[in-house]
Structure formats: structure tokens, C-alpha cells
């Protein structure tokens, strides 16, 4: 079963003091493969300890022995920049890891690859798993499964250039973005749309946009104004 883990690793031989850990041999390496473990949640939080020769890394995993076989893929590790010093289950006795409650929903396409490509550049999705019929795509608290339509049905289904949005649903996608002006620069290319600067309002603390995807599926980006 799946629980949280302690890992503390620490520079090693080949550490170079003299320059900073950006300035370290394959920092942009090292740099990708952390970042891909947390893209796919597992990695929950990592980040140096001030004042020490530390990090801290807290694992999504079922064992010491998956979390090494992870560490075993680091630049770092085979570099000997950073070595592993303790990995210890972590008993979470008040909060969570962020994701543990999480939400989905499922989408039907025409062209799954199209509308994955779509959401990947536009809501910051990535892809977790894929199928002969469907793509996963997650953030840190929500999943999209792009689920291909049958053949029989998605052949009589046409989809005009551009799409024709469908507002006859009651269901609404919502996704929180960084920025909806850099969302709706990427939209067009991908054959969708985001409504322009005078369709934006504002709802409690974000500023809000309505668009649609290649296949005229309504969606909503909200962009934290704090």
C-alpha cells in the first residue's frame, strides 16, 4: 500500500562547494528528474534544508526498495553529487500530502489526441497513463480521462473549423492557471479559443475566462489574482 516516506539525502564526494547547487555538474539533469517525479506525484515536497548539507524529499511510495530504484535514475546519484543518508516511513498524524482527496471527470473526443495536446498546453495537464481508447491527464488534485468515442458513434459527428461551442450542457470544466493571457496566446494554435480580455470577470479572488476546446467543449481557466 501506497504511504508517505521521509527521505534525507546529502551532498556527496563529488559536490563541488565553490559553486552553487544550480552551478553543480548536470544540474539541468537532475533538475528534469526531480521535476517528472513530481509531475507524476511521486514526489509530494523536496527541497534543501537551510544551514545544512541536506534535502528533504517526502515519497509516494509501497517501500524503501521503489523509492532507491527512483533515487537509482537521479544524474546525482550515479555522479555521487548526492547520496541517500535515511529514508523512514512518515506517520501523518494531522494534514495530507495535498492530493490524497482528489477529483475527476471524464471527457469524450473525436481526436483524443488532439484534445490531450490542447489541455497538456493550455491547463498545464500532464499525462499520466494512456490507453488504446483513452489518455489519463492529472494536476496535483484532479484527473482528466480523454476517452475516445466509439468509431460508429464518432463517425457521424462532425466537427467544424473552428469548433461550434457546445452550451447546452449543464457541466463546465474549471482549471486554475498561472496565467489566462499566456492560456489563450497557446489556445488558438491548438484549434480551440478563449474568449478575449473584455470577456474576463472576476469571481471571489481570481479573474475568470470561459473558452472552448478543438471539439467545442466548454471550459473555464481562473488565474489567482493574490
Not at 526498495?65 to 537509482?72: G, K, T
Not at 506517520?91 to 481526436?111: F, H, S
Not at 484532479?142 to 457521424?156: C, G, M, Q, T
Amino acid at each position: 500500500m501506497e504511504r508517505a516516506y521521509f527521505v534525507l539525502r546529502s551532498r556527496g564526494p563529488a559536490w563541488d562547494d565553490s559553486n552553487p547547487m544550480e552551478s553543480q555538474s548536470d544540474w539541468a539533469a537532475h533538475a528534469a528528474f526531480i521535476d517528472g517525479m513530481f509531475e507524476r506525484r511521486i514526489l509530494a515536497l523536496v527541497g534543501p534544508l537551510e544551514g545544512t548539507r541536506d534535502a528533504l524529499l517526502v515519497f509516494r511510495a509501497t517501500g524503501p526498495e521503489e523509492i532507491l530504484d527512483h533515487l537509482a535514475l537521479d544524474p546525482w546519484t550515479n555522479s555521487r553529487l548526492l547520496v541517500t543518508k535515511q529514508i523512514s516511513p512518515w506517520q501523518i498524524r494531522l494534514g495530507t500530502l495535498g492530493d490524497q482527496t482528489r477529483a475527476g471527470t471524464v471527457l469524450y473526443a473525436k481526436d483524443v489526441d488532439r484534445v490531450v495536446a490542447f489541455y497538456c498546453r493550455v491547463a498545464g495537464l500532464t499525462v499520466g497513463s494512456s490507453g488504446k481508447d483513452h489518455v489519463v491527464l492529472a494536476s496535483a488534485a484532479f484527473e482528466l480521462v480523454v476517452l475516445r468515442i466509439p468509431a460508429p458513434i464518432a463517425d457521424s459527428i462532425e466537427i467544424a473549423k473552428p469548433p461550434v461551442r457546445r452550451e447546452s450542457t449543464p457541466i463546465k470544466l474549471v482549471f486554475f492557471v498561472e496565467s489566462i493571457a499566456a492560456a489563450r496566446a497557446a489556445a488558438g494554435p491548438l484549434g480551440g479559443a478563449l474568449g478575449g480580455t473584455d470577456q474576463e470577470w472576476r469571481f471571489e479572488r481570481f479573474k475568470v475566462c470561459d473558452g472552448d476546446d478543438p471539439e467545442g467543449n466548454v471550459f473555464q481557466l481562473r488565474e489567482d489574482l493574490r
